[in-house]
């Protein structure tokens, strides 16, 4: 079988492809034959050396991907050959606090990912996909969906009626948009590109605005909810965008900060997250039992992600690449 794998240094284009033998699974274990897989911002990150933490050379990238199960090891019960399943982010932090997991790790670094014809997975890091959804849609939901998941339902209590606001229309802040509209919210969508808040706009955000003509941003947010602002927010700019989430905020919300697009310094005024009786929660994507309740929500509701391009699996280069351009909306999905 064939793998993709970190090179000798760091970049898109030194990752290689290399031959060696499918694994067997061990105990507890699962090989699963990969059907898609899909590309999370972590992950360019990962490949090019500028993730928080730097992986070892020779790891096979990508923690989300979805396939079929071919052979399970002794002791495994609750998965067999045929079944369709996908992989959890975070393998071994399986519910409640990720402090009460210490030996968890996630996919895709430092644990070898889903870019591999064939991967063996523990069971307990496995869920069986929505009966709706093919492989190319399940790969999307590991990373982004299941924190947009954590921020707004596990943790968020996310109530019909509540305003949240998500920014951009990346992979997480589209399954934001998603799950908020699941849920009965109502959505202001931000984005660069006029073009990408009518396909929001479209699938359902309330009301749209372009941070970049726009950058008092809060200003437009405070007024589209009457003065009282919004209830969560989805946050990805990092430094950039947090004080502009801070005034806009309403009494008692929640801001969840998932991502530092626009950097990683910053400094913040805390006498506004006081003002705002807010609260400002980290998010770490989530445990596997979020990814369960997701499917399940899925399987009741129905949902389809937003993928906005499909790539053969060899074609990983031009796709990492495409992902940093920034072109995309939603997710961007490798098939194998
Ligand atoms: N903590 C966690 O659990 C977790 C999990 C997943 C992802 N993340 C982080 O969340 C962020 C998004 O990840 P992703 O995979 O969804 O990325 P992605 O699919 O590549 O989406 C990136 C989009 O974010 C928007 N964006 C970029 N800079 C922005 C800014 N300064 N202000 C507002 N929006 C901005 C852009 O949307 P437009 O083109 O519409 O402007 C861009 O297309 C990354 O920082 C990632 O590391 C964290």
Not at 225 to 231: K, L, N, S, W, Y
Not at 316 to 323: E, G, I, K, M, S
């Amino acid at each position: 079988m064939q793998q993709v794998v970190i090179g000798t240094e760091y970049g898109t284009h030194n990752l290689a492809t290399q031959d060696v033998d499918t694994p067997i699974p061990k105990a507890g274990e699962v090989l699963i034959k990969m059907k898609a897989a899909s590309l999370n911002y972590r992950d360019w990150e990962v490949v090019n050396g500028q993730y928080h933490e730097n992986f070892p050379t020779g790891m096979v990238p990508l923690s989300d991907g979805a396939g079929e199960v071919i052979k399970v090891g002794n002791q495994v019960t609750s998965f067999a050959p045929g079944d369709r399943v996908i992989s959890s982010f975070w393998q071994g932090w399986q519910s409640g606090e990720l402090k009460d997991s210490p030996a968890a790790k996630s996919l895709g670094g430092p644990l070898g990912g889903c870019l591999s014809e064939y991967q063996v997975i523990a069971a307990s890091g496995l869920v069986k996909m929505p009966a709706s959804m093919t492989f190319v849609q399940a790969a999307t939901l590991p990373c982004a969906a299941v924190t947009a998941w954590q921020a707004l339902i596990t943790k968020g209590n996310i109530k019909s009626g509540d305003w949240v606001l998500v920014q951009g229309t990346g992979g997480v802040s589209m399954f934001a948009q998603q799950l908020a509209l699941m849920h009965g919210a109502r959505v202001i969508t931000l984005s660069s590109s006029d073009t990408k808040l009518d396909t929001a706009k479209q699938n359902g955000a309330l009301h749209t605005i372009n941070y970049q003509t726009t950058p008092e941003w809060a200003v437009d947010v405070n007024r589209l909810t009457h003065g009282q602002g919004v209830d969560h927010i989805v946050e990805v700019g990092g430094p950039n965008t947090l004080s502009q989430s801070l005034a806009c905020i309403a009494p008692g919300g929640q801001i969840n900060v998932v991502g530092y697009l626009g950097g990683k310094d910053g400094s913040i005024n805390p006498l506004q997250i006081l003002q705002a009786h807010a609260t400002v929660r980290g998010i770490a994507v989530g445990p596997t039992s979020s990814l369960q309740a997701l499917c399940n929500a899925i399987d009741a509701n129905g949902l389809e992600p937003l993928i906005d391009r499909e790539f053969q699996w060899q074609d990983y280069r031009q796709a990492f690449d495409y992902l940093a351009s920034g072109n995309h909306l939603g997710k961007i999905v490798l098939t194998f």
